[in-house]
């Protein structure tokens, strides 16, 4: 039975209309944490820890497709909410244009400037080389990791969310299947794995680009538009905060791992690696619900639809909590088999890995919530205070703990950062929820 955005949503329901986004986007995380099980594995501890010391950057090209990733899906599914379809696929194609346009830009820039970066990064010698190497190859396939993120948004907005995850899974599989054939089979090292995320990624995003080409009996087609400028301007504005939790999340990132070189050196990178590993799956639920219901704020709010508004918010914050919960106990339980998984290899780099981990598990208490509130008022088409919360959470608050607490605890002080900078923008969070609730109308 298909769920149009329309429905009241009980919890069975909305499970069931987020579940492909969520799918999807842990099928997404699956890129970075396959290759680095293979590159760690099997290729040495060195060249993974430049996949892990690059890999920030990488994301970063790709950050500001995000401003139209969930802000022009903010701007079509108020549409559809309106009755304005025609508009909505207008808008659609647009946007997808405006980014591949920006995709290719930044993919050639990252292409140019990748062993700059990389000694800015702190990257010598032998890390250095590796980085360069793996960063070269992947930037001309960003394009379409960008394509493949953006669409599974979309896929959403189109009623079709279980494509959004056929697409991950297709790329999910091609990847694991390139890492084992170009690393293991054939040892291309970590040049095999660059073009094994490479080809992935030209699996997943090329069969969404082509699915929205074609007819498709969807809400959404693509077709040549016209650049609104104004109805651009409005969608980056109000995706300037998922850009800003990405470009943040980056540079976050960069930092965690300067202040890891300079108190533990290539094992505390490779330490953070492995829970960034693991970290990105988790995430890639909470991310996957906050995408998979936006669409349904959008509309609802479109629709002037207060109580379904109400009930989907309320619904919303129960799941939220109880998988959080569930997050954090199930990270601080699996810390050492996911240690052993990655550097079984080396006794002191394992308990590291453990030691951190468990410390930086209490963070999923907090997360989920924020990175809800923060998407849930760019569904509204608020992105003024979408991007300050995504602001205070993934830049100003992590930078000040990670550069604070590390001088007054140590290398314990870098792993209790993230949980503490969370507890602290989850403050802001409840703030921004409680003052706009009467003008939304959702509580």
């Not at 594995?41 to 790709?62: D, K, R, S, W």
């Not at 920006?102 to 820039?109: A, D, N």
């Not at 070189?261 to 995430?283: E, K, Q, T």
Request: proline share 3%; charged share 10%.
């Amino acid at each position: 039975m298909q769920i149009h955005l329309s429905d009241h949503f009980t919890y069975r329901r909305l499970l069931r209309f987020v579940a492909p986004s969520i799918a999807t986007m842990v099928f997404l995380s699956i890129y970075g944490v396959v290759d680095g099980y293979f590159v760690s594995n099997y290729v040495g501890e060195t060249p993974f820890a430049a996949v892990n010391l690059i890999y920030p950057f990488l994301m970063l090209l790709t950050a500001f497709g995000s401003l139209l990733e969930t802000g022009g899906n903010a701007v079509v599914s108020i549409l559809l909410g309106e009755g304005e379809p025609e508009r909505a696929n207008r808008c659609f194609s647009m946007f997808v244009e405006t980014a591949i346009g920006l995709g290719l830009l930044f993919s050639l820039l990252g292409w140019v400037f990748m062993p700059q970066v990389a000694r800015l990064l702190g990257a010598e010698g032998e890390i250095l080389e590796n980085c360069v190497i793996y960063g070269r190859i992947l930037c001309p396939s960003g394009v379409f990791f960008l394509l493949q993120s953006m669409m599974q948004t979309f896929f959403v907005t189109a009623e079709k969310p279980r494509l959004s995850f056929v697409a991950s899974v297709f790329s999910g599989f091609a990847n694991i299947f390139f890492d084992w054939l170009l690393i293991v089979v054939f040892p291309f090292g970590i040049r095999g794995a660059a073009f094994a995320t490479a080809l992935s990624q030209l699996v997943g995003g090329g069969f969404s680009l082509l699915w929205f080409l074609l007819p498709n009996g969807s809400l959404l087609r693509l077709r040549p538009a016209p650049i609104d400028f104004k109805t651009l301007a409005r969608a980056t504005a109000n995706g300037s905060s998922e850009m800003v939790t990405s470009l943040s999340l980056s540079l976050v990132s960069m930092l965690y791992n300067l202040q890891l070189i300079r108190l533990a050196g290539d094992a505390g990178v490779a330490a953070y690696g492995v829970i960034m590993y693991v970290n990105f799956i988790f995430l890639s639920v909470l991310i996957g619900y906050s995408f998979g219901s936006a669409s349904l704020f959008g509309y609802h709010h479109g629709a002037q639809n207060h109580a379904e508004l109400k009930n989907l918010f309320a619904k919303s914050h129960v799941l939220l909590a109880v998988t959080g919960a569930a997050m954090a106990g199930l990270a601080a339980f699996a810390a050492r088999p996911l240690a052993n998984l990655f550097v079984g290899y080396d006794p002191a780099l394992c308990e590291l890995t453990v030691r951190a981990f468990r410390i930086y598990s209490c963070a999923y208490f907090f997360v989920g919530f924020n990175i809800f509130a923060s998407g849930f008022f760019t569904a509204l088409g608020n992105g003024l205070v979408s991007a300050v919360l995504s602001f205070l959470r993934t830049l100003l608050l992590q930078t000040i703990c990670v550069t604070a607490l590390p001088y007054l605890l140590g290398l314990d002080g870098v792993w209790i950062s993230r949980p503490s900078a969370e507890a602290l923008a989850l403050l802001c969070s409840y703030a921004a929820l409680r003052k706009y609730k009467n003008r939304y109308h959702y509580a």
